[in-house]
């Protein structure tokens, strides 16, 4: 028999061989994942330099909706849309909304940036960026972050220099290009560390980029709905929320919500207790709203996609992996706009959960924003954003439009009240207390952005 000590010596034994046969396992597994990505990777640079730029295209496509599935754990879509049936679907859209699109795919290497740009039927264009390497690039983005956010440097223009260094790599190579196609709407599609980049705030010495070009960012092609319908004076559903337990107020919600609903758009308004996944869910099976717009909390973090979250009245949260019971595809939303939202910049898990939004939710484009920028700058910009949507119908160009009044310093606070495209309207007291602001900064602008379908 044995005796206690040698049953004790045994489990340990066991207990060890299988934490052994684990970790193996486990390491080989991630081994394999990495040395399957490596592949796929090797594909695309392999095609890159045999300047096989169509099958390039293809296989940087499929590398990158593969990235979203491990991330979201699960299968998304079935690759079809070819380099050739981009630049075709392209030329569809440009005669159906009035614009001149192109996809532009940033791909940091090891020792160089190649920017590859699709134009409306035409084959892909590759350009090389010499001297200039990834981490150099995405060093570079997170300086721009910072000199755009830091709250200190709110009176300066410290922000040029990295946001030109970033256009003379991202954009300029391809300015030829984009002239001769009299482009005016770019979808980029962005790498690892760079997915939370303020495309808008790129600068080239004279101009921003916003002010030469309407702007969208997309997980991958093949990944968005680019049916067009044009929106034309649709019904809003408006909800939100001005008081949390455990985060910030946000009491510019009501003036926002209320300006919406009432004095720009028609809609339904729902705030506070009345901010609740079910009466959203209620509402929806009523009337077809094409347009759901939520002031609230939103956090994109690292982790899962159950670490990210919107927030409704009290403590209900729907986290990203939870998006669906919001039904948002059902019928499909054509804008989901989250007002006041935050991603951990430059945290990759993070970036992908916040430019994977309109994948998870469903919907067609969202606007939302790379950081969280103040309660009556939120309430600014959108204001302008659904003015300017009254006039042009086309998501990315109303956008477009709001921030270049707000660079310009056209959008702003004097004497308690709020000025901009409609001239002046009055603020609750609460509000008139910030005292007056232009904000005409980056901070307040270049945050917001557009994600999915730009039209």
């Given at each position: 028999m044995l005796t206690h000590q040698k049953w004790k010596k045994r489990i340990i034994f066991c207990l060890l061989f299988t934490f052994i046969f684990i970790s193996t396992l486990t390491l080989n597994t991630l081994l394999l994942r990495e040395s399957a990505n490596a592949v796929k990777e090797e594909d695309w640079e392999r095609f890159l330099e045999q300047k096989d730029f169509i099958e390039a295209v293809n296989q940087i496509e499929q590398h990158c909706e593969k990235d979203y599935e491990t991330y979201f754990d699960e299968n998304i879509g079935d690759f079809s849309v070819t380099a050739e049936g981009i630049a075709q679907t392209l030329s569809d859209l440009s005669q159906q909304t009035g614009t001149k699109p192109a996809v532009i795919w940033i791909v940091p290497r090891t020792k160089q940036i190649q920017l590859i740009l699709i134009t409306p039927g035409k084959k892909p264009e590759v350009y090389s960026v010499i001297g200039t390497d990834k981490q150099q690039l995405i060093n570079t983005v997170r300086r721009l972050n910072v000199e755009i956010t830091n709250p200190r440097k709110l009176n300066t223009k410290s922000y040029f220099e990295p946001g030109q260094k970033l256009y003379e790599w991202m954009v300029k190579p391809l300015e030829p290009s984009l002239e001769t196609a009299e482009i005016d709407t770019i979808m980029f599609c962005l790498g690892i560390g760079l997915r939370t980049l303020p495309l808008a705030a790129l600068y080239d010495g004279e101009k921003f980029l916003i002010e030469k070009y309407a702007i969208a960012r997309i997980p991958v092609f093949n990944l968005i709905d680019t049916n067009y319908n044009k929106i034309k004076n649709p019904q809003i559903l408006a909800m939100g929320a001005s008081e949390f337990k455990e985060l910030e107020p946000l009491p510019a919600v009501p003036v926002e919500i209320n300006k919406i609903t009432r004095f720009i758009w028609q809609g339904k308004a729902l705030m506070n207790q009345e901010f609740t996944v079910k009466n959203l869910q209620a509402e929806r099976q009523k009337q077809t709203y094409e347009i759901v717009h939520l002031a609230t909390h939103a956090q994109f973090r690292r982790g899962k996609p159950d670490q990210s979250y919107i927030q409704f009245w009290g403590d209900e949260k729907i986290s990203l992996d939870e998006v669906q019971k919001l039904q948002l595809n059902q019928p499909p939303v054509e804008l989901l706009v989250l007002s006041a939202c935050r991603t951990a910049l430059g945290d990759e898990q993070a970036e992908l959960g916040f430019a994977g939004l309109t994948i998870k939710s469903g919907v067609k484009s969202a606007l939302a924003s790379l950081w969280s920028i103040s309660d009556i700058g939120t309430l600014a910009l959108m204001t302008e954003f659904y003015q300017h949507l009254q006039k042009t119908s086309l998501k990315a160009e109303a956008l477009r439009q709001a921030q270049i009044m707000m660079l310009k310093g056209k959008v702003g606070i004097n004497m308690g009240e709020l000025y901009g495209t409609r001239g002046e309207s009055q603020l609750p007291p609460e509000?008139?207390?910030?005292?007056?602001?232009?904000?005409?900064?980056?901070?307040?602008?270049?945050?917001?952005?557009?994600?999915?379908?730009?039209?």
């Open positions: 509000l008139a207390e910030f005292g007056d602001a232009i904000f005409s900064h980056p901070y307040y602008w270049s945050a917001f952005t557009l994600i999915g379908n730009p039209w």
